[in-house]
Every structure is written in C-alpha cells, then in structure tokens.
C-alpha cells in the first residue's frame, strides 16, 4: 500500500522497477494466446491496472481486484469510467462461483503468506474451461538464494515469499485445473537491465524451454497457464 502513497508510475505503484514490470508484461503479451471477444476476466491485484487496460482493449470484459484502496485510486485515474475496479482480499474474493472466463493473478504470492487460499478462491471463481495465469518469484533459482544469503549476513528475513514451481504445479492440481504449462522468466537486475535483450532472445528462450534445469536455476520468477476442470477440488 506505501508504494501507491509514494510513487505515480504503474511499476511503482505495484512495487516494481520500471525494467522489471516492462519485462513481465512484455513476456505476456507474447504468450497471450487470445480470448474470444467479451470474454470476463478477473485480474486479481490489478494494481495501477497495467493488464486490466491491456486486456481491455483486446476487446475483454474486465473486472480489476487489489486490497489497497490508494492503488485502486490511482488505477481509476488511469482508465476509462467504463471498467470496474473492486476493493477485495484475494482469499476471499467477493464473487460467485463460476463468474468469469479466466483471471490473471499477478505479483500477488509474493506477498502472501500462503498461495493455496488464492489459488482454491480462483478455482472457484472459475467457469469450467476457464483460464488462469498465475505467476510467482522463484524459490529455487539463483536470484532467491543470492537474496537470501545477502539478507543473512544483514541479519535479515526474506520481505517477499518465493515459491517452488513443483509446489504450485500441486496446489493447482488439487484445487481442480488441468496440468499447467509452465513457462521461465528470466529477468535481468534493474541495474544490468541493457542484459534483458540477451536473456530474452530466441536463443535463450530455446535454451530454457529445451533445458528445464537452466530456467529453474536463471530464472528470477515463473508463470503458469492453467484450465480449469468441470469438477474442480476445492
């Protein structure tokens, strides 16, 4: 919430450096596969409303969710009157079941103490058939252990939460969505950031999809693409 008070730009105002939210919301665009149009999507911790707007102009219905009230202020002022934006708890989504076509939960699990409550809330909200994208920072790669052993030697615990991509892939299988296409997400420090185009390049993209060692160790987060199924377990 201190970072919508603070800062003006749509990075910082979801706790982002301006290279780090370019990068992530360049790398979804290129794995959007599409959605028939009016489709209703949920984006769950929308924060200035980067992808809501996006998702909007592909001709998308969407409903923008964040906890903070400040960001949600700031989200309005970026987007037409025409675009709900809604105050809520990503545990405890104020939707019926099976109310929208697919959702978008971005930058939240890092956050939370716990993915599984957000991840059973999004089955839930969930048509049969319907999509999920659902990101997090990388538990076993070299970014989180070099953060961690550097807040140590500060004598200091981890701010954000990493998780194991083996982890979620289960979580998402127990709360009802079909096997998850899992996809790496290289990202360069903000202060190297003239490295992202080699990280991104076709070459190194081949590397990680072909080698799934070299993702899960570069990696600075990952994303799933997930469906969800007519029964799910919740």
């Known amino acids: 919430m201190e970072f919508a008070t603070q800062r003006e730009d749509d990075a910082g105002i979801a706790g982002w450096s301006l290279s780090g939210l370019e990068t992530r919301f360049r790398f979804f665009r290129r794995l959007w596969p599409g959605a028939a149009p009016g489709s209703s999507y949920l984006d769950v911790g929308c924060g200035a409303g980067t ?3 996006w998702l909007t102009d592909q001709g998308l219905q969407v409903v923008g969710l964040d906890y903070s009230q400040p960001t949600l202020k700031k989200a309005r002022q970026r987007m037409s009157p025409g675009i709900p934006l809604c105050a809520g708890d990503a545990t ?8 929208f076509d697919g959702a978008l939960c971005f930058g939240v699990l ?6 599984a409550p957000i991840v059973r809330e999004l089955a839930r909200v969930l048509k049969p058939g319907g999509d999920l994208w659902i ?3 990388n538990g076993g790669g070299l970014a989180a252990r070099f953060e961690k052993a550097r807040l140590r030697l500060k004598g200091k615990g981890m701010h954000l939460r990493y998780e194991l991509h083996g982890h979620l892939t289960r979580m998402l299988s127990s709360s009802g969505f079909g096997e998850p296409t899992l996809h790496w997400l290289p990202i360069a420090p ?6 992202q185009p080699l990280v991104e390049s076709r070459l190194a ?17 990952f994303a799933f693409h997930a469906r969800r199924l007519a029964s799910p377990r919740y």
């Open 205 to 221: 993209r081949l590397a990680f999809a072909g080698f799934a060692p070299a993702g899960a160790l570069l990696s600075h987060s």
């Open 110 to 115: 890092q956050a939370v103490s716990d993915s």
């Open 92 to 99: 405890r989504l104020p939707f019926a079941d099976a109310s």
């Open 190 to 195: 903000s202060r190297v950031h003239w490295l």
């Open 51 to 53: 992808y809501t707007r």
């Open 135 to 137: 990101d997090a920072l």
